[in-house]
Nanobody
């Protein structure tokens, strides 16, 4: 059974930091890309960052470049999203998702999803 379990969300003041974790199981981690998406109330789900476990290539949305860093610990089948200099507009439910091989920014390309973790940034 494929499982993706996010953790690390919470409430933080603007300018603060959080680290999200996505623990994966039930599939070959090294053959998949793990993406982080977010969805704010009334908005569409958007791609935030992604890492391909096969070659380490990464993607960042323009809105988070220079503030967020994605990394992967293949020994632990876990992907992390370090979020620094958080802004109120980063407030959303953050999801990790997995797809074979390479990153895309299209949510429908990802067959596996976690349950989401809430990130709230206060001003």
């Amino acid at each position: 059974e494929v499982q993706l379990v996010e953790s690390g969300g919470g409430l933080v003041q603007a300018g603060g930091s959080l680290r999200l974790s996505c623990a994966a199981s039930g599939f070959t981690f090294d053959d998949h890309a793990i993406g982080w998406f977010r969805q704010a109330p009334g908005k569409e789900r958007e791609g935030v960052s992604c890492i391909s476990s096969s070659d380490g290539s990464t993607y960042y949305a323009d809105s988070v470049k220079g503030r967020f860093t994605i990394s992967s610990d293949n020994a632990k089948n876990t992907v992390y999203l370090q979020m620094n200099s958080l802004k109120p507009e980063d407030t959303a439910v953050y999801y990790c998702a997995a797809r074979p091989f390479y990153c895309t920014q299209i949510p429908d390309d990802y067959p596996y999803w976690g349950q989401g973790t809430q990130v709230t940034v206060s001003s």
